[in-house]
């Protein structure tokens, strides 16, 4: 499938120029997320271009002895040798590094991120957690960039009998064409993001239209010489390029870059057309990668500047691999400023030019052997540091002072709880009308999302509200909390008719106003007196009867209805900090019998798995898998040596986050569109 004519064996240009110009992308949009959120366009380049250079590379392997085991391990191998070392060499770095910074609470998440990472499975993690980049991009995931490695290398397995299929097919871009368009529509019709951005076969589309600009530029008999090497391509065309030739390849040139940076977009326009921009990007991505080695804009770029992307490009999976981790460090150190963002590209930079020109670019000129030696030893070596993380830790002279972390924590949930007495008040026109406050907290949050969110309940909503507004505000545009302590939403049940009424009897006059795409109802049901006994007559329970008649009540004002299931508290006598003074070796022996849960908790929570039975719109979410075992339920995090609880009843931050991704999960499922 080559051509018999003589060639050269060159680096095309203007790929290393796309390559730089996705590069810029990527550290433009996590740098300066507001001024470039387009940038994350970047990794779509890469994608396509790796889809173009794949095929490309396949075609040249198979032109003489076909499609055969050893061409394909032949193929595996050069792209292990080629992406592996650079790859764990960053990890190998990070983790290194991260011995010496980060708490022991938080080099555990490292521990569990590292090993998925190093497994080329960070975006099959997203998918299995119900996570999103974007939702994780503001926490500390040293590793979260690595999503799109893993992506590319899930692709590389499947991608030689895909494009065997493809040139055997007598028509290669009608198949094409075909598998783009049932991998963009699963791209656009899964209604899981975690899925729908992760999701190898929804990423297809885009190394698809990679292959297409690899079969458009040579169709039979039209001149072309070509040769591939393991990462460039090389095409001599027999026409020179005209005017109009090169006025189409500029307007494409200055589209895509246009597309990429162009700055201050709000989030919701980004949000709503991240597909559009996908498809744009990519097609764009593409076109140039067609117009051939040779195109030139109007304006022929000068040669310095031309060397200079050119570099950019050979550097810039090295720059790839390492700025991400030096972004989240210098958000830990509390140092990611605009008066140090400026220095951090310049770091990023170095470090990226070090690694490349000290690593990867000369250990590519090594033997076989040498550098599968390389990537087994710091294999090791991460694995290593992962199971010695504690002695390490200790060596280095870095106790955790879990006394203090306990203490911390409990300071964080009276300043949240505290936080809502003077927290933002939303406009209710019902309350106004009335000349007086809501009883007793009512919240406004704001995200940037679509969805408008109300959660109401007693202090258990409370606990929750912060967390609820941290890790859904990608997800909302506006959530309302409306609570009341020892409360809960069902006026037929409230011990105390005054100082309830307004989350309980007015709930649904707040409903009227706020109009939510979803309700989520959080309240301790064992706190009030007559759901602390069991139903005599489960089938005609006069409580289940009344919390069917709210559940229809709020349905009528809401798309989705979320009912989290109460947590069960603990003795009041109980000192969460004596066993953590006391440097007790076993916490787990502090965890509460689960009889003593159930007994506490499924009175209350067994009457609303009755009463939803007619509810279309109701979602549980229950937690005590969470946190409960055959015998028992945790009250501490016995590896991190924290408690799980603020005080006897309520939940910590450290609980919350175990179940929040499935409440979180809920509210992506959401849309103005589908909400079921």
């Given amino acids: 499938m080559t051509n018999s004519k003589p060639f050269n064996r060159t680096i095309r240009t203007d790929i290393q120029c796309l390559r730089a110009l996705a590069i810029f992308g990527v550290l433009g949009f996590h740098l300066w997320p507001q001024v470039f959120p387009l940038g994350y366009l970047g990794v779509d380049v890469f994608f396509v271009i790796s889809g173009y250079l794949m095929t490309s590379i396949l075609t040249r392997s198979t032109s003489n002895g076909g499609f055969t085991f050893a061409v394909l391990l032949d193929f595996y191998n050069r792209r292990a040798k080629r992406i592996l070392p650079p790859y764990i060499l960053a990890i190998f770095g990070t983790i290194f590094t991260c011995q010496f910074v980060l708490t022991w609470s938080d080099l555990i998440d490292l521990k569990e991120d590292t090993i998925w990472a190093l497994g080329i499975g960070t975006n099959v993690k997203t998918i299995w957690k119900k996570q999103q980049y974007f939702d994780n991009a503001h926490l500390y995931k040293f590793f979260l960039h690595t999503w799109s490695l893993g992506v590319e290398m899930q692709y590389y397995v499947f991608a030689p009998l895909i494009l065997w299929v493809v040139a055997k097919f007598p028509l290669p871009l009608l198949l094409i064409s075909l598998i783009s368009a049932i991998s963009w529509g699963s791209q656009c019709l899964i209604t899981d993001k975690a899925v729908s951005f992760g999701f190898v076969g929804c990423r297809l589309w885009q190394f698809m239209i990679g292959t297409a600009a690899f079969y458009i530029t040579r169709p039979p008999d039209n001149g072309y010489t070509l040769l591939v090497d393991a990462e460039s391509q090389s095409e001599t065309p027999q026409d020179a390029n005209s005017v109009w030739k090169r006025l189409w390849y500029t307007l494409t040139v200055f589209s895509l870059s246009l597309l990429v940076f162009l700055p201050f977009i709000s989030r919701p326009i980004v949000k709503d057309t991240a597909i559009a921009s996908r498809l744009i990007a990519s097609l764009l991505t593409g076109i140039m990668i067609t117009f051939g080695a040779e195109a030139i804009t109007i304006s022929p770029i000068p040669s310095p500047i031309l060397k200079a992307l050119h570099y950019v490009g050979d550097i810039s999976y090295s720059v790839y691999l390492v700025h991400w981790p030096l972004v989240i460090m210098s958000k830990y150190l509390d140092i ?138 990608h997800k909302f545009k506006k959530l309302i909390v409306a609570t009341a302590s020892t409360c809960v939403i069902h006026k037929n049940m409230t011990h105390d008719k005054r100082f309830c009424r307004d989350v309980a009897d007015n709930l649904h006059r707040t409903l009227a106003e706020v109009k939510p795409d979803i309700v989520i109802i959080n309240e301790r049901l064992w706190g009030t007196k007559i759901l602390k006994t069991p139903p005599i007559d489960p089938q005609n329970d006069p409580l289940v009867n009344a919390m069917r008649e709210d559940w229809a009540m709020i349905s009528n004002y809401t798309k989705k209805l979320i009912i989290v299931e109460p947590a069960g508290g603990l003795l009041d006598s109980q000192d969460l900090l004596k066993p953590i003074r006391l440097n007790a070796p076993d916490l787990s022996l502090y965890a509460r019998p689960l009889k003593d849960y159930k007994a506490e908790v499924d009175p209350g929570w067994d009457r609303v798995l009755k009463s939803v039975n007619s509810c279309p719109k109701c979602k549980l979410v229950g937690i005590r898998n969470y946190f409960c075992g055959p015998t028992s339920c945790d009250v501490y995090d016995t590896e991190r040596r924290v408690s799980l609880y603020c005080d006897a009843a309520h939940h910590a931050a450290t609980a919350i986050k175990r179940y929040m991704p499935s409440i979180v999960r809920e509210l992506e499922i959401c849309s103005n569109l589908v909400c079921l």
């Fill in 336 to 473: 990611f400023t605009s008066h140090y963002m400026f220095v951090l590209l310049v770091v990023i930079f170095a470090l990226g030019m070090l690694q490349y020109t000290l690593f990867e670019k000369p250990l590519s000129k090594q033997p076989a052997k040498h550098i599968n030696a390389i990537i087994l030893l710091l294999y090791v070596a991460c694995i290593a540091i992962l199971y010695n993380q504690n002695t390490i830790h200790a060596m280095l002279g870095n106790p955790e002072n879990y006394l203090t972390l306990n203490e911390n924590l409990f300071a964080q949930c009276k300043q949240e709880f505290k936080a809502q007495q003077n927290c933002k008040q939303p406009n209710m026109l019902w309350l106004k009308s009335e000349n007086r406050k809501f009883v007793q907290f009512m919240c406004e949050y704001n995200g940037t999302g679509s969805l408008t969110v109300l959660m109401a309940g007693n202090s258990y909503a409370m606990y929750m509200a912060q967390s609820l507004a941290d890790a859904g505000k």
